[in-house]
């Protein structure tokens, strides 16, 4: 059984609130923080090895300390909590169950990095959850761990929640950081990055709502500890929210030791496929990452199970691997469709590109269109390898990562189920007619 750091009051009634969760030790970890300095807490987190858990896996300790500090300029704190990648529901559990959680995270960052005013950005369709941060910020607030000179200390800290409008792209750092400037929610070009130049171009560290909640336990246990946890560079534990064909969906939280077989047939997890179906295809970190068929899913390039971490879903690169991404984890069983799903997709992506550059912006919808063509039986075979060529032409060519997210999907499908595509050039009538992933395999 993995162990449990960020969930593992999360089943207790009422731990939403202050007195339970103080109940449960809660804000025990922030008063400990606010008795070591800032440095003292930057080596904890650089100690514990914790890497963004939003999708890039980027070392937060080294986040932290590319953080400028001149003089005189405010910094600030800014939570992502934009969680619309599809397959990601893992922050909206969190902020739904456990908001002291992140409110102490960042309460213990905020003093770390400095930061007097810190935001918690969250997509404008969790329309439910704002009320519960801020109720919850009203409570931590007036028990003395918000605001002025918070528990005697010297440190002021306020929090604010700000809803975005209902786009993918203001998950991007630098789109929301537009967004937060109450501008139009286009990415920046990087560099400069948010930690040099940031909201109201002021020094910002930008991390995802996992990440700060992960302060809490890395503080609580030491960062030495929960880098114990885990494997190689995927240290401490990670939320994985589970979709698709499996029995038990839901959110869980692994300690990336499990293999990808143990996690979707293991009853402590998944629950296997309903039915008794055999499994197709995965996609383990959210609709962005490359989709990886049955045979390369459960073994890596060396005949290894696969295991749910950083280094071993990637194994092999793109040609075999995949990445960790969000955590949110898509199972397809053999009766789905490759091209509808990867047509599913590309519509998305076309639909949340702000547009700005060529290749995206007109990219995604010329494979959007592709896509519909042959799944609908409408296709030549000259259309798959221009499918290709044209998600290689989006890919490392845009401002942001939606490009390429864009792209992986498409390239990943067509690398490992070219037959399926060719199928639905074969078969018009049957495109028409019937179950195609099904007829097919
Ligand atoms: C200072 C440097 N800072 C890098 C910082 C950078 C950012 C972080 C990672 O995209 C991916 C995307 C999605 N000085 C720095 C530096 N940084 N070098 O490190 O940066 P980067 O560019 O590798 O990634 P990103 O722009 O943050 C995130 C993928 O995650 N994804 C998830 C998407 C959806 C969600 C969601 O719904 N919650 O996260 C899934 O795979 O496609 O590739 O902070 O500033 N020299
Ligand atoms: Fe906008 Fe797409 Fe360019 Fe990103 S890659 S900046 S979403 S057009």
Redesign the pocket.
Known sequence: MSKKLLLKDAHIEGIRYLETYRKQGGYTAAEKALKMTPDEILEEVKASGLR?R???G?PTGM?WS?LAKPEGVPRHLVV?A????PG?FK?RYLMEFLPHLLIEGMLISSYCLGSNVSYIYIRGEYSWIPDILEEAIEEAKAAGYLGKNILGTGFDCEIYVQRGGGAYIC???TALLESLEGKRGNPRL??P????KGLWERPTV???VESIAAIVPIIDITGAEYAKIGVGKSTGTKLISACGNINKPGVYEIDMTITVEEFIYSDEYCGGIPNGKKLKACIP??S??PIVPANLLLKTVNGEPRYMNYESLADGGFATGT?M??G?FIVLDEDQCIVEHTMTLARFYHHESCGQCTPCREGTGWMHKILKKIEKGEGKMEDIDLLWDIQRKIEGNTI???G??AAWPVAAAIRHFRDEFEWHVKNPELCQTQNYGLAHY
């Open positions: 963004g939003g999708g890039a980027f986040k590319f992502n934009d969680e619309s990648e990601t922050d998950g991007e750092e990087k560099p990055f948010p930690a040099v930008v991390n995802n970190g959210g962005s990452v990445m991404g969000s949110g942001c990562p939606l390429d997210a």
